[in-house]
C-alpha cells in the first residue's frame, strides 16, 4: 500500500483546511485509514480514523471541528480541518492499516495565531 498525502499549508487561526490522502496498490486490504500528527517535540497522537465500515474515531481535542470522510471507489480519504487552532500546528501523516501500518511522507499544517 501506497499513500500520497496533500493538503498541508499555512492558515490563520479560525481558518480551515481539507487534507487528501489517496492510497493505491493493495488497497482492498486496508482495514482502518486516518491521520496522525507530530508536533515540534512532541510523540505521533491520532487524530481521526475511519474504518472500512465506515465508523470514525476522533481525538478529544479535534472533535466537532475536524470530521473524516473516506471514498472507497478513489481510494482517498479527507480529513476536513475547521476551526483551527495553533495547537493544530503539526506533521500530519496518513496511516494505513491491514496486517501492518503503512504510513504517507508527512504534510505541514501551520495555524498562525
Known amino acids: 500500500v501506497q499513500l500520497q498525502a496533500s493538503g498541508g499549508g499555512l492558515v490563520p487561526a479560525g481558518g480551515s483546511l481539507r487534507l487528501s490522502c489517496a492510497a493505491s496498490g493493495s488497497t482492498f486490504s486496508i482495514n482502518t485509514i486516518g491521520w496522525y500528527r507530530q508536533a515540534p517535540g512532541e510523540q505521533r497522537e491520532l487524530v481521526a480514523s475511519?474504518?472500512?465500515?465506515?465508523?470514525?474515531n476522533y481525538a478529544d481535542p479535534v472533535k466537532g471541528r475536524f470530521t473524516i470522510s473516506r471514498d472507497n471507489a478513489k481510494n482517498t480519504v479527507h480529513l476536513q480541518m475547521n476551526s483551527l487552532k495553533p495547537e493544530d500546528t503539526a506533521v500530519y501523516y496518513c496511516?494505513?492499516?491491514?496486517?501492518?501500518?503503512?504510513w504517507g511522507q508527512g504534510t505541514l499544517v501551520t495555524v498562525s495565531s
Open positions: 475511519i474504518d472500512s465500515g465506515g465508523s470514525t
Open positions: 496511516n494505513a492499516r491491514t496486517w501492518r501500518n503503512y
